[in-house]
């Protein structure tokens, strides 16, 4: 199984803030790497895939970046309903795999 | 609007099975697999296994083979997952998630599944 390692597993930052979340798969996954971030209680909602490509409706503070093994999550201006936990998922081959999650929090 | 609803909570036993729907609406449900993940209390997301609504084919992780069935009724447009043999480590929110392309654009409100004695 391709193994998916984010870092770092929380962060504490501010309003207005650049945030930037690492992932990292464990074999190259070419750009098969989505992003999802989730909030207390909901269900896991679709920011980005195959790397860098915005998912309908979502801001464009979000961006993404990467190929092979090593993808980065960007959040050029941090606004209120971005404190939530952070996914990176690859979808190179099954079992579709996780990583652990980054949470951001205030 | 495109949406999976989901059925409510349960609270099984060890060693019994559970069974979560996952009706579909706003879209043509055929056309897209239905993927379940789960979630463990404070915990990240697990990938299950999916199934096509078409041909009712499924593929599952390795960790559920021969416990998990995945299946459809199309004429509903609602998938299930049945789990068995379940254990104190099943305790989660399982989610059934529509796979778009080979992401997962959207997902069911969550179904909490307890397995207590």
């Keep these: ?4 390692t984010q870092s770092p597993s929380s962060l504490s930052a ?3 803030d650049r945030v930037t979340i690492s992932c990292r798969a464990s074999q190259s996954i070419s750009s098969y790497l989505n992003w999802y971030h989730q909030k207390p209680g909901k269900a896991p909602k679709l920011l980005i895939y195959s790397a ?4 309908t409706g979502v801001p464009s503070r979000f961006s993404g970046s990467g190929s092979g093994t090593d993808f980065i999550l960007t959040i050029s ?3 209120p309903e971005d404190f939530a936990t952070y996914y990176c998922q690859q979808s190179y081959t099954t079992p579709r795999t996780f990583g652990g999650g980054t949470k951001v929090e205030i | 609007q495109v949406q999976l609803v989901q059925s409510g909570a ?3 036993k060890p060693g019994a099975s559970v069974k979560v729907s996952c009706k579909a ?3 043509t449900f ?3 697999n239905i993927n379940w993940v789960r979630q463990a209390s404070g915990q990240g997301l697990e990938w299950m296994g999916w199934m096509n609504p078409y041909s009712g084919n499924t593929g599952f992780a390795q960790e559920f083979q021969g416990r998990v069935t995945m299946t459809r009724n199309t004429s509903i447009m609602t998938a299930y997952m049945e789990l ?5 480590e099943d305790t989660a929110v399982y989610y059934c998630a529509r796979q778009w392309l080979q992401t997962y654009d959207t997902w069911g409100q969550g179904t909490l599944v307890t397995v207590s004695s």
Excluded: C, N, P
């Excluded at chain 1, 199984?1 to 998916?4: E, G, K, R, S, V």
């Excluded at chain 2, 068995?84 to 104190?88: D, G, I, P, T």
């Design chain 1, 1 to 4: 199984d391709i193994q998916m």
């Design chain 1, 14 to 16: 501010s309003v207005g």
């Design chain 1, 52 to 55: 860098s490509t915005l998912h």
């Design chain 1, 77 to 79: 201006s941090l606004q």
């Design chain 2, 10 to 12: 349960e609270v099984k």
């Design chain 2, 25 to 27: 609406s706003g879209y």
């Design chain 2, 30 to 32: 055929a056309s897209y």
């Design chain 2, 84 to 88: 068995s043999s379940l254990r104190s």
